[in-house]
């Protein structure tokens, strides 16, 4: 790290909680740049650059010059014409949070969180599923997305029968469904990394105004952090 990040991160104590998706995209570039504690740096660098500038000279340093990765980054950057007028891919997806009394789901657009629905399911177990199964292809049916995200589920039985037949649900459907360990969404949203969700939530909340939504507005924070966490991943994954 230059002498210029380390004070930057010094004077930061290491310390980074991303305030927007942006902010979010920008700890993930520095984190892949292996300069975590840099990270306010690089959010200076992105109101100097475009979001598609930025992963383009990360993806060029990966490609040219993995063994050096963050110095390669800012040379290519400095050599760059910012071609700021390259749109980012915007794939649609649809993350969903299932727990035993509840179903919640986001739609993104890239990082855009375009909305939200919440349901609070019976304790009768038949009927939770059969009003679980009702509302997820109704919101799938109403928004059009190319694919679903949800968390791996945990032993609970009653959780991961839900969780079974949300992803049938999609399957019936023709759409293609990833499921993410809650450690690896949890671990990306801050630095140092969070341990707990109530930590994450937090975060998003600074991002997105939730309302209460009757109980409901905890797994919606839950479904936003993962649906953010695999656009992001997919912006730095996708090709130039």
Known sequence: MTNILSQVAKSHHSKFQPSSPDEYFVLGLARRLEEPAAAPHYVVLASQHSESTLRCAYKKAVETNPDRLAPAFHEILAASNDHGNRSLP??????????????????????????WRVRQLPSDTKRAEDSCASFVRAVLDEHHCESVVLETTSGEVARAALHRLVVEQCRMLGISVTEIPKQAVIESFARPSPTTRDQVRQIVSRMWLVPSLKGGRDYVLDSAALGLYVQTERLFAADH
């Open 90 to 115: 915007r794939p649609r997806l649809m993350a969903i949070r299932v727990e035993r009394r509840a179903v919640a789901m986001t739609l993104f657009a890239g990082t855009h969180l375009e909305g």
